[in-house]
């Protein structure tokens, strides 16, 4: 079985400031290693559950965080910052199974680090109501291609935010947040062997696992300033339906996702300056 990880960061056990895990400080460079150490344990736990092949696509800030020959599993990297897809570059319907590791609250919720995307331009994100953070946004894409999402590992938040909209996803709660900057976090190896025992438990389960109900979701964002709201208007698939509030369709999930992303990524110069 082919398995797709998504992995961030903010999710990652005992990360709680935003030096842990931007830029090229030690604080940085001790992040990115209890990231690796969390990713390896999904592999080695995905692995333990019956997948033949794991491809890991790096998904937090200039997606380059994870040094490739330290992967286990011999496990195909895909790094670099300008990917059509995002956070879920490289899923298409040959994978078996989905797995989202290190992942964060939603903005607004409170979650350590808490944000949705982009935390300068979007203040809250919905599925069909109900709020998400960005496990729930790029389970469209596995809804697009049919493939289930069968763990989420990071904060509580992270977690339910997850389970609410993916009936039935295993999820590995590594850290409770006290603050957007605080969290209690489990022991790096209790973390890891949290994440391996329930990454073999997910993937397993993957053969009758179904896809992310989310075929016919409606998403809706809250931005932070009519600004933002009327740039990303021009992008295609993008409705304003309030002075800060946007809707993005199209006929499928997967049209939705791109509407978003397209939004987000046309939004940053205006969300860094306003």
């Known amino acids: ?50 997948a033949t092949e794991i491809v890991v696509n790096d998904s937090h800030s200039t997606m ?27 899923l298409d319907d040959s994978y078996g199974a989905v797995l989202f590791v290190s992942y964060h609250g939603s903005m607004g919720a409170p979650a350590c680090l808490s944000h949705s995307y982009s935390p300068r331009a979007v203040m809250e994100a919905r599925l069909d109501g109900v709020v998400t953070g960005e496990a729930g946004i790029n389970a469209l894409v596995a809804a697009h291609f049919k493939v289930p999402v069968v763990l989420v ?11 609410t909209l993916i009936p039935g996803v295993h999820v590995a709660v590594v850290k409770e947040p006290v ?48 600004d933002i709201a009327e740039a990303a208007s021009w992008v295609r698939g993008v409705e304003r339906i309030g002075p800060r509030e946007l809707r993005f369709a199209g ?24």
């Open 64 to 90: 380059r965080n994870l040094p490739p020959g330290e992967l286990h599993g011999r496990a195909s990297y895909i790094s670099g910052s300008h990917k059509p897809l995002y956070m879920m570059q490289g």
């Open 251 to 274: 006929d499928n999930p997967l049209a939705v996702f791109r509407s978003f992303c397209a939004a987000i990524l046309l939004t940053r110069t205006i969300a860094d300056v306003v």
């Open 153 to 163: 590992t990071g904060d509580s938040i992270a977690c339910e935010e997850a389970a």
């Open 1 to 50: 079985m082919k398995v797709f990880l998504s992995s961030d960061m903010e999710g990652t056990a005992g990360i709680v400031d935003w030096e842990q895990c931007v830029g090229t400080g030690p604080e940085a460079a001790a992040g990115r290693r209890l990231l690796l150490d969390e990713v390896n344990a999904a592999i080695d736990g995905a692995r333990d559950g019956g």
């Open 179 to 226: 603050s957007r900057v605080a969290a209690r976090s489990l022991h790096p190896d209790r973390a890891c062997e949290l994440i391996r025992a329930t990454a073999r438990q997910a993937v397993e389960s993957a053969a009758t696992a179904k896809p992310p109900p989310l075929g016919s979701a409606t998403l809706e964002a809250t931005v932070r300033t009519t």
